[in-house]
């Protein structure tokens, strides 16, 4: 696959993700697919099964839940977002009581793209951020 293609398979993906039928997510991971950094969600599965786990907690916690993707930038096998991800707080959230508040949480996430589909998975986010935005701790100053 292009650069571009690569590029796109990743768009098509948060794009997949967004219309919260985690089932579609099968056909953008590899079976023996690797997340380096998966978030911190009790009893997460390894591989594939994990993924479509804490996508099902976040759909689960956060309504209207959708991307951004800032910019994007390939080499390789291997396509960098910079994404900012938005949802309303309307579930259960690691111990956090629904709040009705509107969030956003920025982040990079690196995919490794191996026969047309996401094989592994590197990513950052604003957790704290996150925490602040839902009152779980203050915010700094």
């Known amino acids: 696959m292009s650069l571009e293609e690569n590029k796109a398979l990743v768009r098509r993906f948060f794009e997949a993700i967004d219309t919260g039928d985690v089932a579609k997510l099968d056909k953008f991971l590899t079976p ?32 209207d839940f959708r991307h951004t993707i ?37 982040g990079i996430a690196i995919h490794r793209i191996a026969d047309g589909k996401l094989a592994e998975h590197w990513g950052r986010v604003d957790n704290v951020g996150l925490l602040i935005q839902l009152g779980a701790i203050p915010a700094p100053g």
């Open 32 to 63: 023996d697919y690797h997340d380096h950094d998966p978030p911190p969600f009790p009893g997460l599965a390894p591989g594939m099964e994990g993924a479509r786990q804490a996508f099902q907690y976040a759909l689960d916690a956060f309504s």
């Open 70 to 106: 800032e910019d994007q930038v390939a080499e390789g096998d291997k396509v960098v977002t910079s994404i900012t991800g938005y949802g309303t707080h309307t579930g259960e959230f690691l111990g956090i009581a629904p709040t009705g508040k509107e969030v956003s949480m920025r």
